[in-house]
């Protein structure tokens, strides 16, 4: 149930010092574009927030949204693990996969916390709703997915769409879709649930990054953060793969590899001709990275395969194809730099 204790009280009793809890600030911060004086301020703002109840429901999917943020860490500390996130940034009070009740106790808890919060919970959802069949494509205890969603949806504050099922369908909406599976903002489109708040963080998986400093953003401002046309957070998804790709200078410069291990690949050269879809996909990869900021698809030797992007599953060529007629910009990136921690 949802404890009424603000994000650094609840910290602070599980041991995690504040200097662990402003170095996370300093790097959350510094991934929404805040520097400066704007740290402390937000870390105030941050510590002082009230722990909000989310409620995590998991439909179509692989359970890889939830891997990627279990086995993400703060990039700075290693006492502020996400597990920390879950366990006291947040109150978790039902997520299939994490907890330990089962069967009716789950059900139970999940019941109750949302009536105690009804109106204000975060609902995240996972996976994409399967609307053939009358919904019967995904049940539970005798309710369809689809009629869970809509109970769940209707006492919450925010929805948190993650993932690239819950956003767009996903694999389980590749053609023929059988299911005809949907995402969340689709399915409100649609009226077949009932429209709130909604912000997707697509990305299959999505950067355990983004999901942390999205719900930071929203403890802080009590407010979604400025989303583009597909409604994802644009402080994440405002540039492009490719506009910070670290191979940029061999894309300018005509130099491309032509197959994975040939030596224009050692040697850093564009994966362009390898399919690479980075021109075309809006997402944090090569500023924020991945495992703790040490990489990045790209500058791995893979070429993006548009994770990100809507029907990314589908598209002509596959992931592997060539596309032409771009759509990136100038290709202009200034990554992050870390402003200096504050004084405590
Ligand atoms: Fe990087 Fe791909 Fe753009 Fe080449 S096409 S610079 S590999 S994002
Ligand atoms: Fe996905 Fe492309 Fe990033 S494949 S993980 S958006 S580099």
């Given at each position: 149930m949802n404890k009424v204790s603000t994000v650094l009280e609840s910290l602070q009793e599980q041991g995690v010092s504040r200097r662990s809890f402003l170095k996370f600030c300093t790097v959350t911060a510094s991934s929404l574009g805040i520097a400066g004086s704007g740290v402390n301020a937000f870390a105030q703002a941050l510590?002082?927030?009230?722990?909000?109840?989310?409620?995590?429901?998991?439909?179509?999917?692989?359970?890889?949204?939830?891997?990627?943020?279990?086995?993400?860490?703060?990039?700075?500390?290693?006492?502020?693990?996400?597990?920390?996130?879950?366990?006291?940034?947040?109150?978790?009070?039902y997520h299939e996969t994490l907890q330990v009740a089962a069967g009716a106790q789950a059900e139970d808890a999940r019941i109750a916390a949302m009536t105690a919060n009804f109106g204000s919970y975060i609902l995240i959802v996972d996976g994409s709703l399967p609307t053939a069949e009358n919904e019967w494509w995904l049940a539970v205890n005798g309710h369809s997915g689809l009629s869970i969603l809509r109970e769940a949806i209707a006492g919450a504050g925010l929805v948190l769409a993650l993932g690239a099922c819950a956003t767009y369908g996903g694999i389980p909406a590749a053609f023929p879709n059988p299911s005809k599976a949907m995402g969340v903002g689709e399915l409100m489109d649609k009226g077949l649930i009932g429209r709130k708040p909604l912000i997707n963080i697509s990305g299959c998986p999505p950067i355990p990054e983004v999901i942390t400093g999205t719900i930071a953003y929203y403890l802080v401002n009590q407010a979604a953060p400025p989303l583009d046309k597909h409604g994802r957070p644009l402080v994440f998804f405002g540039k492009t793969v490719h506009d910070c790709c670290p191979r940029l200078d061999h894309y300018k410069a005509g130099k491309f590899a032509a197959s994975f291990d040939d030596d224009g690949a050692r040697q850093g050269h564009c994966l362009l001709m390898l399919g690479c879809k980075g021109p075309d996909t809006f997402n944090a990869c090569a500023t924020t990275k991945w495992n703790q900021g040490t990489s990045s698809p790209t500058q791995a030797g893979h070429g993006c395969i548009g994770c990100s992007e809507p029907n990314f599953w589908d598209k002509p060529g596959g992931l592997y194809g060539f596309v032409s007629g771009f759509q990136h910009g100038v290709g202009t990136c200034a990554p992050p730099t870390l402003p200096s921690l504050p004084v405590i």
């Open positions: 510590g002082a927030a009230r722990r909000p109840s989310v409620i995590w429901m998991s439909f179509q999917h692989c359970t890889g949204c939830s891997e990627s943020l279990i086995r993400s860490g703060s990039p700075l500390s290693d006492r502020l693990t996400v597990e920390n996130l879950i366990l006291n940034f947040i109150s978790l009070d």
